[in-house]
């Protein structure tokens, strides 16, 4: 099956500063690829998504880039405030078995 | 999401205790997930529904099991040959196309007493 890893695990930067997390994934049939921020005991949140046609996508200051040779994908975070501060999941998913496979989460810490 | 409903947001199982978590969206979304979240871990895949009256297992379905009756409605049992069920359980929805964001209900958390 699909296994997708994640790093950084822990990430601290300083406000204004950009944060960049990382994934990998085994299955090169996946095709979607979304990011999710959760909260301490809150629900994970869709942040943004990127569909495998595609190699960049950016909304405001979070961007994501796809390498679909390579197979892995990343979150840019630009101007880091402190409520981006969370943990912030990877994840993927195939035609067919639409379920998401994550990865570990990256705890990011900002510092004011 | 406000469009997805778990209840209850705290269960306590008592040994060799079945307990069932609900899940209910009002999103109009043909697939409904669950998945279990263990302390500072990524989300694992328990079971999951494209469709009304059909399900499939996830990556830990041993020792659970769900309905899906109804399209609004995807209960999640946790049955007593689950012998370590204390996590928080994930509910999500999503429209079941490919390429398709699923969203996430509040979650509930399960403890043994």
């Avoid at chain 1, 880091?80 to 999941?89: C, G, I, K």
């Avoid at chain 2, 999640?76 to 509910?91: E, I, M, R």
Wanted: glycine share 8%; hydrophobic share 30%.
């Amino acid at each position: 099956g699909e296994n997708v890893e994640q790093h950084p695990s822990t990430l601290s930067v300083q406000e204004g500063d950009s944060a960049v997390i990382k994934c990998t994934y085994s299955d090169s049939a996946s095709n979607y690829f979304p990011w999710y921020k959760q909260e301490l005991g809150k629900r994970p949140q869709l942040i943004i998504d990127i569909r495998s046609n595609v190699g960049e996508k950016k909304d405001q200051r979070i961007a994501v880039t796809l390498n679909k040779t390579a197979k892995h994908f990343s979150l840019h975070i630009t101007e880091t405030q402190p409520e981006d501060s969370a943990v912030y999941f990877c994840a993927a998913s195939k035609a067919g078995r639409r379920a998401l496979t994550f990865g570990s989460g990256t705890r990011l810490q900002v510092q004011p | 999401d406000g469009g997805i409903t778990q209840s209850p947001k705290y269960l306590f199982r008592k040994e060799g205790q079945n307990v069932t978590l609900s899940c209910e969206q009002n999103l109009n979304h043909d697939a409904m997930y669950w998945y279990r979240q263990d302390p500072g871990q990524g989300l694992r895949l328990i079971y999951y529904s494209q469709i009304v009256n059909d399900f499939q297992k996830g990556d830990i379905a041993e020792g659970y099991s769900v309905s899906r009756e109804k399209k609004e409605s995807f209960p999640l049992t946790v049955t007593s040959a689950q012998k370590n069920p204390t996590a928080f359980y994930l509910c999500a929805s999503g429209q079941g196309g490919d390429e398709q964001p699923q969203h996430f209900g509040d979650g509930t958390r399960l403890s043994i007493l």
